[in-house]
């Protein structure tokens, strides 16, 4: 049974196996060590970090990773920071989740209310037509007059 050009490439890939690279073979001398840096590129090397800036303060101070904003070091760590913004994200989405649950009770309380008070779509829209084909009678009957 022959499918065209997908059967042959789905039998192509099943028949693969691992990788079928050559090794590379590693030379048996330990590489020469590099030289000590001098005094300028090791002050310019530094511990990757990151400046916060006011917005991410604000972050560090909400996600209770600090206690007050002079507690903020100079420098911190990106992990640090996304740790902050990830845990904010999550207070967000439960804050998100709580107003959709507000949202929906009061929106069935006033349905509830509504329906107390004998109001709905159906009646609303029935009340509407009604209203159109009244004002189309009426200006069938002045078009009517009009021409007389």
């Not at 800036?53 to 420098?75: H, M, N, V, Y």
Request: hydrophobic residues 40%; positive net charge.
């Amino acid at each position: 049974m022959c499918l065209g050009p997908r059967s042959r490439l789905l039998t192509q890939i099943r028949s693969r196996n691992m990788c079928n690279k050559p090794q590379e073979v590693k030379a048996e001398s330990a590489p020469a060590p590099a030289p000590a840096p001098s005094a300028a590129e090791a002050h310019a090397f530094r511990i990757p970090g990151h400046r916060p800036t006011e917005w991410d303060k604000k972050i560090l101070l909400w996600a209770g990773r600090f206690k007050s904003p002079e507690q903020i070091p100079e420098t911190i760590s990106f992990e640090m920071l996304d740790a902050a913004r990830n845990k904010m994200r999550v207070k967000a989405c439960y804050a998100m989740i709580a107003l959709t649950l507000g949202a929906c009770v009061v929106m069935v309380v006033m349905g509830k209310q509504a329906a107390g008070r004998h109001e709905s779509l159906t009646s609303m829209n029935l009340e509407k037509k009604a209203k159109w084909r009244e004002e189309a009678q009426r200006e069938r009957e002045a078009l009517v007059e009009k021409t007389q």
